[in-house]
């Protein structure tokens, strides 16, 4: 099955272009908290918890890289679907993403948390800079894309994003109530 474009259909309506905005800002100010707070609280922890193995193989470190890697596949994942192309990240896609996470791990992964952080911070504003200059009734416009009948849309695609961190906050969190 070919991957083309379907053809937009934008629709006039005040209403219908203020729902679409109005539901970008609210998945925009999600994804910006969730951050903060995945910030916020790898921020508190030792440099020995750092390295310290929590989350099957991973550390700390090996977590944010895995989001750093996310973000970045994720803004290249929007241009994607953008010109009716599948993300190549899908030609990856095993259980659980175990192939495709490794290889984030072992590309974003710095030994410097600051260096870290600070790739982190910049990934995520780079993702949101990209989602704001989309019209908003595009994020869950049909562009034909599909993988294994299921239809990849930006929101989508986003709200996938959202989840990952919000399960990986929770996770965070679990480690840091145990270290205390």
Do not use: C
């Not at 609280?41 to 020995?48: A, E, L, Q």
């Not at 310290?52 to 890289?65: N, P, R």
């Not at 899908?90 to 590309?107: E, F, G, H, M």
Request: glycine residues 2%; hydrophobic residues 40%; without cysteine.
């Amino acid at each position: 099955m070919k991957n083309t474009p379907v053809a937009a259909k934008k629709s006039k309506r005040p209403s219908t272009v203020i729902k679409a905005q109005l539901k970008r800002d609210e998945l925009v100010a999600d994804l910006i908290e969730t951050r903060r707070k995945i910030i916020d609280i790898t921020s508190s922890f030792s440099p020995t918890e750092h390295d310290q193995v929590f989350l099957g193989i991973w550390s700390i470190k090996d977590l944010l890289a895995h989001l750093i890697g996310w973000l970045e596949a994720n803004r290249k994942a929007v241009k994607a679907i953008r010109a009716g192309k599948l993300p190549e990240f899908y030609a990856y896609k095993d259980r659980d993403w175990q192939t495709y996470n490794a290889r984030l791990v072992s590309k974003y992964k710095r030994e410097s948390m600051v260096e870290l952080l600070s790739a982190m911070q910049a990934s995520h504003q780079k993702l949101i800079d990209s989602i704001q200059i989309i019209p908003a009734e595009e994020l869950e416009q049909d562009y034909g894309v599909r993988f294994k009948g299921y239809k990849v849309t930006i929101a989508r695609l986003l709200q996938a994003e959202l989840k990952d961190e919000k399960v990986h906050y929770a996770q965070i969190e679990m480690f840091r109530n145990k270290a205390k």
